[in-house]
């Protein structure tokens, strides 16, 4: 499974604004993250991990958790082999490590799917 590498966390006031990225170092020319649905996910201690967004490659098609929709946006730009996750208005419940995930679908944006598990980025959201 292609191996994934997250940024872009810290902590913002509620209400506020971040975006993270998700790249890979497995990059290979014509084998890059636009060849692979991206999937993004939240951990916090204590609850099970959640499934925040998701995004095809081919139609771009795209899933959202219903605590984040029209807060967030996942985007890619695959020229530069990146996929983002735009998030506004962010609450303290969103608070969380989040992961991406190469191969989950939108159909199948849910962290079973997940065969490979990266270092996450923190995001804390606090007055």
């Known amino acids: 499974q292609l191996r994934t590498e997250e940024s872009g966390g810290g902590t913002v006031r509620p209400g506020g604004s971040l975006t993270l990225s998700c790249t890979s170092s497995?990059?290979?020319?014509?084998?890059?993250?636009?060849?692979?649905?991206i999937g993004w996910f939240r951990r916090v201690p204590g609850k099970e991990t959640e499934a925040i967004s998701c995004?095809?490659?081919?139609?771009?098609?795209?899933y959202y958790a219903d605590s984040v929709k029209g807060r967030f946006t996942i985007s890619r730009d695959d020229a530069k082999n990146t996929v983002y996750l735009h998030m506004n208005s962010l609450q303290p419940e969103d608070t969380g490590r989040y992961f991406c995930?190469?191969?989950?679908?939108?159909?199948?944006?849910?962290?079973?799917?997940?065969?490979?598990w990266g270092q996450g980025t923190q995001v804390t959201v606090s007055s």
């Open positions: 497995d990059f290979i020319p014509g084998n890059g993250l636009g060849n692979y649905p």
């Open positions: 995004v095809n490659s081919v139609d771009e098609s795209t």
């Open positions: 995930a190469a191969n989950t679908p939108p159909r199948y944006c849910q962290p079973r799917f997940v065969e490979r």
